[in-house]
């Protein structure tokens, strides 16, 4: 979603929930996300083009966080 949303507005900034610091403390939670991740990239059940191209656990970590922007009236542009 977020490589779809990256596509269609490349010049707009993305605010997520979340980032990846969790992920890249705990290996356990990291594999985890990535393995199911796999499984969904493997099955072909997503098209790429709606995430973009993920090959391994640092793609997946630099993904999420590219909707690190803080946003709102206060965020910088």
């Known amino acids: ?3 779809a949303l990256r596509h269609a507005f490349p010049d707009d ?14 290996a356990n939670k990291r594999n985890l996300l990535w393995g199911h991740i796999k ?3 493997d099955e072909e059940l997503v098209p ?3 995430i973009g191209t993920i090959r391994d656990e640092a793609d997946m970590m630099d993904l999420i966080d590219r909707g690190n922007h ?3 009236r206060t965020g910088s542009m």
């Open 39 to 41: 499984q969904v990239l």
């Open 70 to 72: 803080s946003g709102g």
């Open 13 to 26: 900034h993305i605010v997520g929930e979340e980032d990846s610091e969790i992920l890249r403390k705990e």
């Open 48 to 50: 790429e083009a709606e």
């Open 1 to 3: 979603m977020i490589a």
